[in-house]
């Protein structure tokens, strides 16, 4: 593979541009380069819970199917953010959401059903994995956004959609097995 940055800044997005792969110049604040960003956040916030898990393996064997789940999730948020920088390029396939799909429903056995409301905490990797849903919805909404102006193809809309659900499970699965109880939402008291 050859070089794919020879110049790490270029001055052509000073004046508040960017450029598509397909050659386009739209604004930084246009819904593809939003959605873009949202999806590197969250990319960028995965490869933080990854780390945080890595650290406790040691601890907590248990932690490794996580990683083992989650650390592709990385490179398939990558090829979604290539489709939206390159329009005609597709990357993303049902078989992914699928793979998603089957450790949501395993993962989801062992936790069993949610009786309450529960909040991001109880330990570092748990609240780190609700930051990872949170903003896995949050590029889901750009994404939408963004399909409502040129559409995107589907599998990338179910894919977003069925990681924030695997990282709602996987926060759980982590606090249960690192033995961490779930924070309960407790409703405020009624006058």
């Known amino acids: 593979m050859g070089y794919r940055l020879s110049k790490i800044y270029t ?3 000073d004046k508040g541009e960017t450029g ?3 050659g386009r110049r739209v604004g930084k604040d246009h819904p593809r380069v939003e959605a873009m960003g949202e999806l590197d956040t969250l990319n960028s916030q995965i490869g933080l819970l990854l780390a945080e898990l890595a650290e406790q393996q040691a ?3 248990g932690l490794s199917e996580i990683i083992e789940v989650l650390a592709p999730c990385q490179h398939r948020l990558f090829d979604l953010g290539g489709e939206l920088a390159m329009p005609d390029y597709q990357a993303l396939q049902e078989a992914e959401v699928e793979r998603l799909e089957a450790a949501i429903d395993l993962w989801n056995e062992e936790v069993g059903p949610l009786r309450n409301f529960i909040l991001p905490g109880g330990s570092r990797a748990v609240a780190q994995a609700h930051v990872c849903r949170s903003l896995a919805r949050g590029a889901e909404r750009r994404c939408q956004h963004l399909n409502a102006v040129e559409p995107l193809r589907p599998v990338g809309m179910a894919y977003v959609n069925r990681l924030s659900d695997l990282l ?3 926060a759980r699965l982590i ?3 690192t033995q961490v109880d779930e924070v309960l939402w407790q409703a405020a008291q009624k006058p």
Do not use: H, I, Q, S
Request: no cysteine; glycine share 6%; hydrophobic share 55%.
């Open 11 to 13: 001055k052509t997005g």
């Open 175 to 177: 606090a249960r097995r």
């Open 20 to 22: 598509l792969a397909d």
């Open 168 to 170: 709602f499970v996987a």
């Open 59 to 61: 601890a907590w064997p």
